[in-house]
């Protein structure tokens, strides 16, 4: 039967017919570059070329992709899920190490982001801050403003001088870029993010709209109210277009059945009536903090059902832009994550996972998208009068649009909670005759947590779609036919009613569908259940009628020949008709047909003359059995050489957060931000300390820990602590030596006044006891504010030896290290940092696309007090916080690893108080396609002896002569309990 349908499709369809309908809706894949567009909006929608637009939009993070090859392959799956734009964050802390200087290279290269945007066939929505928030460091804010004058997000000098630095640059970028140009595709630019909560500077908003005017912006501004709270809608600062963000489903995925009820959004359209509504966040996901459940709860609370419902409700409250964050969430690698929000993965729950696999809500987006896209009618509709349901526990919604008549009903649950699964008909009156009760056969399931959206009265192609009870996924003209795919759920009764002058012609060519002809209408009825693949040809169209499962095999993509559909990969990349040829790219999981609906004769796939797909070569991956090993930490011995190290002396701060403790400890005010750091104080012995209290801001979840003269006094969480001097400790004259290691687990987002400003670092110490005196050095990442890894950049490393010996990278000499396995007891001695390094030679097959992870375990009952930083390559892959969690698994980004050569895995292990460690380190394989595309090997460099050089330890003890200054305040609140670690409970995040 297949087969037969496959050279039925393909004969019949020869004519070469010019692109129609959805095609206009997203930017043709090979636009020339010269051509002008404009970009334009009204009350109902944003209007490209005069056309209105439904904006079905993609959240997409390509800092969380250190990868730019990769970023064509989230992309591609992104148009090819039917979004029709991205939406982009761009991250000034990202591309900022130290002020004045910027980085568009490599990964940061977002020119060639937003080419790879346009070249997908997407639509951008600009996002360029100067703050984004998106759970990452600072909030967007690089760390150096921390030491710099001006509240944040105000228009005080200091920060729209440094604000201004960037925004001049990223808004050039952009601007070149603008549909309005014809030299890209962006066609929205965003102002600020969510700018409210206690602040309202109109005319800090106003200044960043007109920098954005001024850099040759000239694409609508929009705002993203954090709410629908009515912030910005007019006035002052007020950009063009109010838009607002939805997350009803809220961050705790703990209880990921446990939904809201959801929020109908349509009065807010009262609020700015000349322009549409749009969410520019919609809920695609939730993120998960440390302690949090782990992602597949999130995945869950906002899954299929949740997608479909909120997005048509959205519809039906005359949202005519939405986009979905996360589409593909990606790795918070290397220090880039807000420590309040997130560990390491930022899957997000999202439809496209971290390891770019393709869920299940991936193929709901894609059965909406394709909707939004092909039935044009819906970017511009008014409200009407809805028919009552004949059950009061469903709730009906009513649009028309207003030119052409089609109407649009979304039936869901009254409370959308609910689980019970309920039946209706409903009245239909429109310019095709009343119907009393639709459908005329049976009844419109809606089941728990399911939400329908028909259509009536649509012209759909060249046919009259009275009305379907199935719902449509896509429709299109190929060669001389209208081709349309409606689906329902498995079981499900469904009716379509066509109109025509006279009985059609109906063949049913696959499925149980019957058919009456109400000639004095001239309605034709088709009835039948969904299951499966029915498939119908009346006069010149073909009817495809699929269940929700069926949906997933289908694909199409809007060629500049023509739209087509294919059945059959798991993914269809880029469809080109050249000549009579149909040349398909994409991916599969299994060998299967591949059966098309174009206006072609011949298929390729994947360059080769075939239609059948192929499955993935099965992959073997090396275990990581042997390793070296290598204690280090040697800055805890009191004969460390620092002399080369930063002395922290300074008796004012820059940062107007620190004003207390002198001299100035904390990290960001000498240049050290990311990471771990090194302290080092002296006091001359007096012989009477007792202890010694201290105070460093780590950030939830970071730790610090502390030795005298080499012993080990203890680690606490953030927050202040008192460490007791056990007796012999203290020299028994001269210079004592304090080595404090301190974490700084990411700053603040700014969601309170200058709260992104809060200090990292030691803030405070003071010797109990002895009236002495304590002077400091400082010790973090090499380069400080000019990181000398400008390819992987200043988020990748923080201050550890090792990585200021060049321990993580591939190429270091560990010939001399200790050979070990992590599964024994070598080297778990107790606390201290120690570093493993392994090699894992791969040889991955060339031509699909594996999906690599590193999972890290303890075996049950050994201790978990230890965390560990993971390098792959030199890259910072990932925190396994073994006490905390959820975490254990760690994707490698694509690119990252050699896929035919030798991988460097190296973890640097710091234990607290136990000998502990991990127990294993296995690479996994999540997920391989035949397809893919080419990702390159990320450029980045290898161990040079020169860079990583480090002075030989151990040599002699520099006294520091630098003044004695008495702590201007105590610590906070400094406990004399033996040194335990204090540290917020797991899961409590104090984001919003
Ligand atoms: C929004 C914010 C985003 C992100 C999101 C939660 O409020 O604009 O940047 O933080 O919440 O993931």
């Not at 694909?555 to 000549?579: F, H, I, K, M, N």
């Not at 000498?670 to 201290?694: N, P, Q």
């Not at 607290?912 to 090997?937: F, H, Q, Y």
Request: aromatic share 10%; hydrophobic share 35%; net charge negative.
């Amino acid at each position: 039967m297949k087969g037969r349908w496959r050279s039925l499709l393909l004969a019949a369809l020869l004519t070469v017919i010019p692109l129609t309908g959805p095609a206009a809706a997203t930017p043709a894949q090979a636009k020339p570059r010269t051509q002008e567009h404009t970009v334009a909006y009204d009350q109902y929608s944003v209007k490209v070329d005069g056309e209105p637009l439904y904006i079905w939009g993609a959240e997409f993070h390509y800092f969380r992709l250190p990868s730019p090859d990769a970023w064509r392959d989230v992309l591609q799956k992104i148009k090819a899920d039917g979004f029709n734009a991205v939406s982009l964050y761009f991250d000034w802390g990202y591309h900022s190490a130290k002020p004045g200087s910027y980085d568009f290279t490599g990964i940061r290269d977002v020119e060639r982001l937003l080419d790879e945007a346009e070249r997908a066939g997407l639509y951008v929505i600009a996002r360029p801050g100067p703050y984004i928030n998106a759970e990452v460091s600072g909030g967007g804010f690089p760390a150096w403003r921390k030491t710099r004058k001006g509240v944040n997000r105000t228009s005080e000098t200091g920060y729209l001088d440094d604000a201004r630095e960037w925004m001049s640059r990223i808004n050039r970028i952009i601007a070149r870029h603008q549909l309005t140009r014809g030299t890209g595709t962006v066609i929205l630019y965003q102002v600020e993010n969510e700018y409210q909560g206690g602040r309202h500077d109109a005319d800090y908003m106003q200044t960043l709209i007109e920098w954005a005017k001024s850099d040759g912006i000239d694409v609508p501004t929009f705002v993203n109210d954090g709410g629908a709270n009515k912030n910005w809608v007019s006035g002052k600062g007020a950009p063009a277009i109010y838009g607002f963000d939805a997350y009803p489903q809220g961050f705790d995925c703990s209880q990921p059945d446990a939904w809201k009820n959801l929020p109908d959004y349509s009065y807010v359209n009262d609020w700015k009536p000349e322009s549409p509504l749009i969410i520019p966040e919609a809920q695609g996901g939730a993120f998960d903090p440390w302690g949090g459940t782990g992602y597949q709860d999130c995945a869950q609370l906002t899954g299929t059902d949740f997608t479909r419902v909120f997005s048509k409700m959205n519809i039906a409250a005359g949202v005519t832009g939405q986009s979905f964050y996360m589409t593909y969430g990606g790795t918070n690698w290397g220090w880039l994550a807000d420590p309040n929000a997130v560990y390491t993965s930022y899957d997000y729950g999202a439809p496209i996972n971290e390891s770019r696999q393709l869920t299940d809500k991936y193929q709901e987006f894609k059965r909406l998208g394709y909707f939004v896209n092909s039935v044009r009618s819906l970017a511009r509709t008014d409200r009407a009068e809805a028919p009552t349901p004949s059950d009061e526990a469903l709730r009906v919604d009513r649009r028309v649009n207003p030119d052409d008549g089609t109407q649009f009903f979304t039936v869901r649950h009254a409370d959308t909670r609910v689980k019970d699964k309920d039946e209706t008909t409903l009245s239909l009156t429109g310019a095709d005759g009343d119907y009393p009760r639709v459908p005329q056969q049976g009844t419109i399931t809606v089941d728990g947590r399911d939400a329908k959206l028909l259509v009536a009265g649509y012209d759909l192609g060249d046919q009259r779609l009275v009305y379907s009870t199935s719902e449509i996924m896509t429709h299109a003209r190929v060669g001389d036919r209208d081709v349309a795919l409606l689906y329902g759920r498995k079981s499900e009764a469904g009716e379509t009613v066509l109109r025509y002058a006279k009985r059609p012609k109906v063949t049913v060519l696959d499925g149980d569908v019957t058919t009456a002809w109400d000639a004095e209408r001239g309605d034709l009825r088709l009835d039948y259940t969904h299951d499966g693949l029915a498939r119908v040809l009346v006069n010149g169209l073909e009817l495809l009628i699929a269940d929700t499962a069926e949906t997933a095999r289908w694909w199409r993509q809007d060629t500049a020949a023509g739209p087509v559909l294919v059945r059959g990969p798991s993914l269809v990349r880029t469809a080109e008709l050249d000549d009579g040829t149909l040349k398909l790219t994409g991916d599969s999981t299994d060998a299967s047909k591949i059966e098309v609906i174009a206006d072609a004769t011949k298929v390729t796939w994947n360059g080769r003359e075939t239609a059948v797909t192929s499955a993935p070569h099965p992959i073997e991956l090396p275990e990581l059995t042997t390793w070296k090993y290598k204690e280090e930490a040697p800055e805890s011995a009191p004969g460390f050489d620092d002399s080369a190290w930063t002395t922290a002396a300074r008796l004012s701060a820059n940062n107007a957060e620190l004003d207390g403790s002198l001299p100035v400890l904390a990290m960001d005010e000498y240049g050290y931000h990311h990471g771990d750091v090194w302290y080092r104080g002296r006091f001359t012995t007096t012989g009477k300390a007792t202890a010694i209290a201290l105070n460093a801001n780590t950030g939830p979840t970071g730790q610090y820990a502390v030795w005298l003269n080499g012993s080990y006094l203890g680690s606490s969480g953030d927050g202040a602590h008192t460490f007791d001097i056990p007796a012999g400790t203290l020299a028994a004259e001269g210079d004592n030596v304090l080595s404090v290691l301190v974490e700084n687990a990411g700053h603040n987002e700014e969601w309170g006044h200058d709260y992104s400003k809060e200090p990292r670092g030691l803030l405070g110490a003071e010797v109990i006891g002895g009236a002495t005196t304590l002077t400091w050095k400082i010790q973090g990442g090499r380069g400080a504010e000019n990181p000398v890894d400008t390819a992987r950049g200043q988020y990748n490393n923080g201050g550890l030896y090792g990585e200021r010996a060049g321990w993580s990278l591939p190429g270091y000499p560990d010939n001399g290290w200790s050979r070990t396995t992590l599964s024994g007891q070598t080297g778990k001695t107790g606390p201290g940092v120690r570093w493993y390094r392994t090699t894992a030679g791969l040889d991955l097959p060339r031509g699909q696309d594996d999906a690599i992870a590193l999972d890290l375990a303890e075996p049950k009952g050994t201790s978990t007090d230890y965390r560990a930083q993971i390098f792959v390559n030199g890259w910072l892959i990932g925190r396994y916080l073994a006490d905390t969690g959820p975490q254990t698994r760690f994707v490698i980004p694509k690119g990252i690893l050699h896929e035919q050569g030798g991988n460097t895995i190296a973890l640097a292990v710091w234990s607290t108080e136990k000998a502990s460690g991990p127990g294993s380190a296995t690479l996994v394989d999540l997920g391989a396609s035949a397809g893919g595309i080419r990702v390159r090997t990320v450029d980045a460099p290898s161990y040079d002896a020169r860079t990583y050089a480090m002075p030989a330890s151990g040599a002699r003890v520099t006294v520091s002569a630098e003044p004695f200054l008495s702590p201007a305040r105590p610590p906070r609140s400094p406990s004399r309990s033996p040194c335990r670690r204090t540290r917020r409970p797991p899961g409590t995040s104090n984001w919003r």
